[in-house]
């Protein structure tokens, strides 16, 4: 497979605790598609939320990935190393941003719901300027009202296919910096994608409902949209997505046996028939091409 300009895709893993099954099938899933690609796959740890980061959860990851032998290109980068470069996005978001005195209680009271990614859709209360007494806690993005449609932010996902989405209504004003005084996700990463020049975001179907929001603040910030492939989320036998929160298990491999389980298992979350390689050269050479098979027919079945 080619592709005229240079491939560069990432994993990003939030160090709140060991790689888990979850996000290792993220990790193969961008790992692959990079090779298959002839890319980059570059590795950021993702610790802007300084609060929940856990102490040596990323170097852990890291060691982890080595031993399973995905080596990535260049220098780990490291969110909490990099918040001058929120910072100036922010300012460059001039004249779209507003302070926000509302809290959380506030805004479930006013009763619109919850996003797809489980937050409270924000109202909009602070859209005018914050009510006298009130204080900034927040700092808020102003997405465009739903009159024509403004609002509906569509992407073809390589793999969900087409996806679309109305911000006023599915998720409301979004938070760019919290109350806790840390850079939000949806800004980071976007600074980040596009700072590091990713062509191609892989990551798990958790994701697909921050996806809009993202391309709209790459609308905003003038930087180009990278393409996104979401893989399906592992989930437990209670149907719950695998986290540290749900009792995940964190994954060790004190050997190349253990190495190779461990990736035959998140290949077969993807459902990628890997066959039963001993090794982890072998499965690397299996993994690539089922991967990029799967591509294939996945094209030659949306044709
Ligand atoms: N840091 C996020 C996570 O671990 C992933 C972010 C992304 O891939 O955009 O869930």
Redesign the pocket.
């Known amino acids: 497979m080619s592709s005229p300009e240079k491939y560069i895709g990432?994993?990003?893993?939030?160090p709140?605790g060991r790689l888990h099954p979850g996000?290792l099938v993220?990790a193969l899933a961008?790992y692959l598609d990079a090779k298959t690609h002839h890319g980059h796959w570059l590795l950021?740890i993702?610790d802007v939320d300084e609060g929940r980061t856990a102490a040596g959860a990323a170097e852990s990851m890291l060691e982890l990935l080595a031993a399973l032998g995905m080596q990535w290109d260049g220098d780990v980068v490291w969110q909490s190393r990099r918040k001058h470069l929120y910072q100036a996005a922010f300012e460059r978001l001039h004249g779209h941003t507003y302070p926000c005195g509302c809290n959380r209680r506030e805004i479930a009271d006013s009763r619109l719901g919850l996003a797809p990614d489980g937050a409270a859709i924000y109202p909009g209360t602070c859209r005018h300027g914050l009510a006298p007494g009130r204080s900034a806690r927040s700092l808020r993005v102003r997405v465009p009202d739903a009159s024509g449609n403004a609002d509906l932010i569509a992407f073809d996902d390589r793999l969900a296919g087409h996806v679309g989405q109305h911000l006023e209504r599915e998720s409301g004003d979004f938070v760019l910096k919290r109350a806790d005084g840390f850079w939000a996700?949806q800004l980071a990463?976007v600074v980040d994608?596009a700072e590091q020049g990713v062509t191609d975001?892989v990551?798990?179907a958790?994701?697909i409902d921050?996806t809009p929001r993202?391309i709209y603040l790459q609308h905003l910030l003038g930087v180009p949209t990278p393409r996104y492939l979401h893989v399906p989320v592992v989930r437990n036998e209670k149907g719950e997505k695998l986290s540290k929160q749900t009792g995940a298990v964190a994954l060790v491999a004190r050997d190349e046996a253990e190495a190779v389980a461990l990736l035959r298992d998140a290949a077969q979350a993807l459902a990628l028939p890997v066959g039963a390689p001993a090794t982890l050269a072998a499965f690397w050479r299996n993994a690539v091409p089922a991967w990029a098979a799967m591509l294939e027919a996945r094209q030659a079945r949306a044709a």
């Open positions: 990432r994993f990003a893993p939030s709140t996000s993220a961008s950021r993702e996700y990463v994608d975001v990551r798990g958790d994701l921050s993202q």
